[in-house]
């Protein structure tokens, strides 16, 4: 049955990005599932109350600090999972940063700026994919998620290192997925939509811009199915990408956004000129 297949009793997950958001929720939904969680992140009080929790739920957890932008940060970190957990089956490649700054035109971006975005959501996940890939493929199985988002897939003004970024990342996962079909490791990239991650970060620094925010809030109204998304919504969609109900497919882009790229409300900043609801 399918919902036995979903179970990840035994299996080790490493998760970037963690300690808040989509990155805790996954983590935490995956942990429930049976899978043991290694998360890594920056700063260290989020990823050790993700730890935290995890292991109230009967798991084991481990809280490596890692600044993912650094390869040799990122090697050291897969090193100590295996060494601590013995090996790891999921990869969850779901660092990123949209830096709380306004718009710029492109003549007024530094060096510093561009490398910060490129490195933090596309080199990311090529470190870590780079640093577990013998042990992957010495094993013959292996699961990567990559996560991307909608602005990956469309462009938006003035937002040059994200949309470049997150593009980049759908096409790591589709050239992992050929490389590395032959050797049973499967690699799928989530696209997620807005979502309300207040409840799972409500520490962090706000890292958007006020009037980013601020449409935000009433972006429910302009996305098909009514509301923004709620971490659980990927939460979701991440165990069935790492579980073994998911075993015949790689290179696969999901899309979960509530309709919002289909509809083509988001993410350029254009409001539809059509009601979603007719009167």
């Given at each position: 049955m399918v919902s036995e297949k979903q179970t990840l009793d035994g299996k080790v997950t490493v998760i970037t990005g963690g300690g808040t958001g989509l990155g805790k929720a996954m983590a935490l939904a995956l942990a429930k599932a049976g899978s043991n969680i290694?998360?890594?992140?920056?700063?260290?009080?989020p990823i050790e109350q993700t730890a935290r929790e995890v292991t109230d739920l009967g798991r084991r957890a481990l809280a490596i600090p890692t600044d993912v932008t650094d390869s040799q940060q990122v090697n050291r970190m897969i090193e100590t999972a295996l060494s601590e957990m013995g090996k790891i089956n999921i990869l969850i490649n779901n660092a990123g940063i949209v830096r709380g700054q306004g718009r710029k035109p492109i003549w007024e971006i530094t060096d510093e700026e561009w490398h910060l975005g490129i490195d933090t959501n596309l080199s990311s996940a090529f470190f870590c994919c780079r640093a577990v890939s013998q042990h992957f493929i010495e094993r013959k199985s292996g699961k990567v998620i990559n996560v991307a988002s909608g602005e990956g897939l469309r462009g938006v003004r003035d937002n040059y290192m994200y949309c470049s970024a997150k593009g980049g990342v759908i096409q790591l996962t589709r050239t992992l997925a050929l490389t590395w079909a032959q050797d049973n490791i499967k690699v799928n990239c989530i696209v997620p939509g807005f979502v309300d991650t207040r409840e799972l970060q409500p520490d962090a620094r706000p890292e958007v811009p006020p009037e980013v925010a601020r449409a935000s809030r009433s972006l429910g109204e302009f996305i098909p199915v009514g509301r923004l998304g709620i971490p659980g919504d990927?939460?979701?969609?991440?165990?069935?990408?790492?579980?073994?109900?998911?075993?015949?497919?790689?290179?696969?882009i999901y899309t979960a956004d509530g309709g919002g790229l289909a509809g083509g409300t988001t993410t350029t900043g254009y409001a539809p000129t059509i009601p979603i609801k007719e009167e």
């Open positions: 290694v998360v890594a992140a920056r700063r260290t009080g990927i939460a979701a969609l991440a165990l069935f990408l790492a579980s073994d109900a998911s075993d015949y497919i790689t290179g696969g």
